[in-house]
């Protein structure tokens, strides 16, 4: 894909932060929950997505329009999973699957790896709905 | 054989004159003040090109730990590099859009057009980016060219139609460019950093423990926090809505341009001559 039009540069950057959000969110309410450095790792993953410009818009650029689409979808329900999980789980394990989910996907997107991102992308969503 | 005028001929011939008269004079001036105050508005907004590249800086450093005592300047700059690198561009295309909106003042004031010169290496040496598109950059370049061709030439007021003619595309893209910056992405800029502020305040108030005193404290500097991000976004609508004013004002002049008349042109720039001043104004009570 040579270039994103700005609409789908709003909707990935509006998609991130709404990820982002929903991170601190969960962080935040699950403090108590979390080490030491799953708190760090998350205010990581935060911190990334709070640089889509530098991070994830140079990795949207190198997917196909099929991947880039199916990249905003998975950042959607990732989000939506997340902001879920912040309003309604109680169960020690499954905040630990979605931490660990969370902080693979913050590994991915820091390589910069289009086909790595995609690939943490569609696993976070998955164990979200698990 | 020639008729001599009836005084009702002549009566109606010198109110044409005077009604053309009146016209000509009045059309310049209902162009001068849109021209005028685009001109003023566009110079107002360096103060909020710059805080695009802060609005940055300022989230990195919300992000550090909240007990770290350090110099991260390095690093915080080094991570808003593409904000940074952006804001001279933004700044030399506010400067292009206002020297031309002051070159429409000139023509329309049958005065010389003069422009900073700055202008012209500014132009030959802008190249699109992530953040400013190529066809915003064309545009910067086609309105450096004019004022280049009108300052060499000596472009008189005959020249003003065309003008706005052959500029209005790339007035309708520079001001379309710029509004987005402002109103979506620097927008979207200062929510990212009112979560990364927001969290941090978090992290600080509960290693406060129950510490009701600095919980206060911590409270206040939020909301005060909050309400300069609320100015700023305030800021940031209203250079967006100023920039569609402009737009809008600049296409009905070309659209009407040679068909000068004073009532319709008046009837139609009043309202975005009146609208802008409103929102210079709004822009000016943010905090920067």
């Known amino acids: 894909m040579p270039q994103m039009t700005p609409d789908q540069a709003d909707e990935l950057a509006n998609a991130a932060l709404n990820l982002k959000k929903a991170v601190g969110a969960f962080r935040n309410t699950f403090f108590a929950t979390l080490t030491e450095d799953q708190r760090e790792d998350l205010q990581s993953l935060a911190a990334e997505l709070g640089d889509e410009t530098d991070h994830l818009t140079a990795v949207a650029i190198k997917l196909s329009l099929a991947d880039l689409q199916q990249s905003l979808t998975h950042l959607r329900d990732i989000a939506k999973g997340v902001n879920g999980a912040v309003a309604h789980l109680g169960e020690l394990r499954k905040v630990l699957t979605v931490t660990a989910s969370l902080i693979s996907l913050g590994s991915a997107i820091a390589t910069g790896d289009p086909a790595g991102v995609l690939s943490a992308l569609s696993s976070t969503s998955a164990a979200i709905r698990a | ?288």
């Not at chain 2, 005084?7 to 009146?22: D, E, I, K, N, Q």
């Not at chain 2, 685009?38 to 590249?53: G, L, M, N, R, W």
């Not at chain 2, 209203?238 to 009905?252: N, R, V």
Request: proline content about 3%; charged content about 20%; glycine content about 4%.
């Open chain 2, 1 to 288: 054989m020639l008729k001599a005028p009836t005084a009702t001929g002549l009566v109606a011939a010198t109110s044409a004159a005077l009604l053309l008269a009146l016209s000509s004079c009045a059309t310049p001036d209902a162009v001068r003040q849109f021209v005028s105050t685009a001109c003023e508005a566009t110079s107002q907004f360096s103060p909020f090109v710059q805080d695009i590249a802060d609005s940055c800086i300022r989230r990195k450093l919300a992000e550090r730990p909240v007990t770290e005592i350090a110099d991260s300047s390095g690093a915080v700059t080094a991570a808003c590099k593409e904000d940074i690198d952006l804001a001279p561009e933004l700044l030399g295309s506010l400067k292009v859009l206002t020297n031309y909106f002051n070159a429409l003042h000139s023509l329309a004031s049958d005065q010389a057009v003069t422009y900073d010169k700055e202008i012209d290496s500014f132009a030959a040496n802008l190249q699109a980016a992530v953040g400013f598109p190529a066809p915003a950059t064309d545009a910067v370049k086609g309105l450096a060219k004019f004022l280049l061709d009108s300052a060499a030439s000596g472009y008189q007021r005959a020249h003003l139609t065309s003008a706005l003619k052959a500029a209005d595309v790339d007035v309708t893209t520079l001001t379309n460019t710029l509004g987005r910056i402002a109103g979506v992405e620097y927008v979207r800029d200062l929510d990212n950093e009112q979560d990364s502020l927001k969290n941090r305040y978090i992290d600080a108030m509960r290693s406060a423990g129950h510490n009701d005193a600095l919980a206060f404290l911590l409270q206040r500097h939020w909301a005060a926090d909050l309400a300069t991000l609320q100015k700023r976004r305030g800021a940031a609508l209203s250079f967006q809505a100023a920039l569609a004013k402009i737009q809008g004002g600049h296409h009905q002049l070309a659209l009407h341009a040679g068909r000068w008349s004073a009532a319709e042109l008046s009837k139609e720039l009043g309202p975005f001559t009146a609208s802008l001043q409103t929102l210079v104004k709004n822009f000016q009570v943010a905090a920067f």
